[in-house]
């Protein structure tokens, strides 16, 4: 879990999997913050704490995928100036189409060949409600 109140649909779904004696994962935030209530509260709990992507592979007893992250790093450095500007971009923080226009001063039709060819090439992804982050 990431975030959510206490009695949030997230905090129901993560007791369903406490009753199942399945693995939890939350992410810490800040004891000040009501999105961070629910997390933080897991954690007290005996969630596992997650900061990324490692404590879940490590759990679990897989190993990350080098492949896919290797073909991209090749294909990142094959970029032309304004791929790595809008990779620079997206790698910190997820942004929507519209924020994506506006930061890069680009047509639509020329953000979206782009966010489609960097896609295609494993550098970016979308994920629901059309944002979009680096991966690399």
Known sequence: MTEGTAHSGAMITMNYARVQNRPRFAVPGSVYAAASEGPNHLLVEGA???LGEKQVLDYFGWLP????????ADALSQLDETSQRLVEILK????????????????PSSLNSLLTI?????????SAGKLYRAII
């Open 48 to 50: 596992l704490a997650c």
């Open 65 to 72: 995928a080098d492949e896919p992250a290797a073909m991209a």
């Open 92 to 107: 910190f923080e997820e942004k929507s189409f519209d924020e994506l226009a506006n930061i890069m001063k680009m047509s």
């Open 118 to 126: 960097l896609e295609m090439q494993g550098i970016i992804r979308q």
